[in-house]
Structure formats: structure tokens, C-alpha cells
């Protein structure tokens, strides 16, 4: 595969939904699927601090460290180059859409609060006692939470909450030179 194809244009971005973009690190290529981690990201700019919170340098993988909870963040691409496609250690740019991500966002907080308010209102209307509308509005939240838990699968199931391979990082990137890109 070309160069090009690996390394698109900043016009043939703009072709695509706009998402939201982040960096991360190519950690293992195994045949056709690529292990990414999220780059961890500081507003300190490194600060003296750095030693503990790992933005400095990358800490031992311990149990509650930074490091150990980025390699519960990894996360799998398809490598539709093949093996020659990443090597480990590249930093590459991942993005969600932004309408997938809005998505996400109504079903796990939108859902459950319509199902918690309309479950309440009705309650209230049908029996107009306090404790009686608050255990309506807790089982309207269960359904909420439950019909939630539902879309959310078929979202899933589509592909659309999975971070899609966007180009190769600069050296120089970072996620916040991203929106100054674009």
C-alpha cells in the first residue's frame, strides 16, 4: 500500500465525518489486528510532579498505576495493511465520529433520565404520593438503564463506537495540536 494511502490529505480528511481525534501507541501487531494504548495526556507540560503521575517517564506496571490502567485501556484495530502495515512503538491518530459519540452519549445518560422522569410523571399523576413517584421514577431508571444497556450492544454491533485508524502521527503531535490541524 502507498505511502498516500496510509498518510491522507488534509483535503481528503475533510471528506469524512468530522471526529474526535486522539493519539495512540501501537503496542502489539498480531497478523490482522494491530493492540493500540491511548497516549496518556498531561496539561502540566511534564511538571516536577511528573514522576508520579508516569508523564514523564513510563512507571513499572503495578497494580493502581498509570501504566497499569493504560493497559486496561488497550484497545484492537483491524490492520488492513497486514503485518507490514504498523510496527510497535508508532504513534498513530484514532478518531470516533462525532455523531457516534453524541450517540453514545444520549443512550447511556439521555435514556435513563427520559425512562426516570416520564416513569415519575406518570406515577405522580396516577397515585400523587412522594414515596410512591420516587419508586416509580427507580423503576422508570431500571428500564432506562436496561434499555440503555440494549442500544448500546447494537451500537456496538454495528461498529460505530470503534475507533477508526485516521493517519500516522507526527513526531511533534500531540492531542492538543490536533484542533489546530484541522
Not at 36 to 49: D, I
Not at 123 to 148: E, I, N, P, R
Not at 160 to 169: D, G, N, Q
Amino acid at each position: 500500500m502507498s505511502r498516500d494511502a496510509l498518510n491522507p490529505s488534509p483535503a481528503s480528511r475533510h471528506l469524512s465525518p468530522p471526529s474526535v481525534e486522539g493519539i495512540a501507541r501501537v503496542v502489539r501487531v498480531s497478523g490482522d489486528q494491530v493492540w493500540l494504548e491511548p497516549e496518556q495526556t498531561t496539561s502540566c507540560g511534564h511538571c516536577a510532579s511528573s514522576a508520579s503521575c508516569a508523564a514523564g517517564a513510563r512507571a513499572a506496571a503495578g497494580i493502581g498505576t498509570v501504566t497499569s490502567r493504560l493497559q486496561a485501556r488497550r484497545f484492537v484495530l483491524d490492520n488492513p495493511q497486514g503485518s507490514s502495515g504498523f510496527h510497535e512503538g508508532e504513534r498513530v491518530v484514532v478518531g470516533v465520529s462525532e455523531r457516534s459519540l453524541f450517540s453514545a452519549a444520549l443512550t447511556a445518560y439521555g435514556l435513563p433520565l427520559v425512562f426516570a422522569l416520564a416513569a415519575g410523571s406518570v406515577t405522580q399523576a396516577v397515585y400523587g404520593a412522594d414515596l410512591t413517584t420516587m419508586l416509580g421514577m427507580a423503576g422508570g431508571l431500571f428500564l432506562g438503564l436496561l434499555a440503555a444497556r440494549l442500544k448500546a450492544r447494537r451500537l456496538a454491533a454495528r461498529g460505530e463506537l470503534s475507533p477508526r485508524f485516521l493517519r500516522r502521527a507526527s513526531p511533534d503531535e500531540t492531542c492538543g495540536t490536533l484542533e489546530e490541524r484541522s
